[in-house]
């Protein structure tokens, strides 16, 4: 079984440190979510209802359902030390599960998603039906896209044309 949701009610921001001011930077992630920023790249930390994923030396993707944090992050951020850009509504997120989901995302995605190479917690930026994607494992079985807005409707047709030898449950 392969199942296929739209994740609604969440929250996505790009946040940026300045270079000479990183320290600063992550001193103000500590106190507003509780965490240090994840050291490697395309790895995720989670407290809570936030999630820290590093995309860069300098650069964050924070996703939860209770924008609060960022809020509290945003009062306290100087602007000569970083930026904060809203990203929720420029993007739509796909939920993919199941045992196949892997097989399913594997007919058009050219990573190696194999559980000892993209473990839980892994994400990527990637291409997928000739479309820019943001990939994160967040379970055993379970894959999600992060998609621009307006290529959301072409990519869900892919998944659920590339699902259908699997039996696909979409909503």
Request: aromatic share 10%; charged share 25%.
């Amino acid at each position: 079984m392969f199942e296929l949701t739209e994740v609604r009610g969440w929250h996505l921001a790009h946040l940026t440190a300045f270079g000479a001011r990183r320290d600063e930077f992550r001193l103000c992630l500590a106190d507003a979510f509780g965490i240090d920023p994840p050291g490697p790249l395309y790895r995720s930390i989670t407290r809570g209802d936030s999630r820290l994923v590093r995309l860069t030396a300098d650069q964050y993707w924070w996703i939860a359902t209770d924008d609060s944090a960022l809020r509290t992050f945003t009062a306290k951020l100087s602007p000569d030390t970083g930026a904060v850009t809203i990203l929720s509504a420029g993007r739509v997120r796909l939920r993919i599960e199941g045992p196949q989901a892997r097989d399913v995302l594997a007919r058009g995605i050219a990573i190696d998603l194999h559980p000892e190479q993209f473990r839980v917690g892994c994400s990527a930026q990637t291409g997928l039906h000739h479309t820019g994607v943001f990939l994160e494992r967040v379970a055993v079985d379970t894959y999600e896209l992060f998609v621009q807005r307006t290529f959301a409707g072409s990519i869900r047709e892919w998944l659920m044309d590339a699902s259908l030898a699997y039996g696909v449950v979409g909503s």
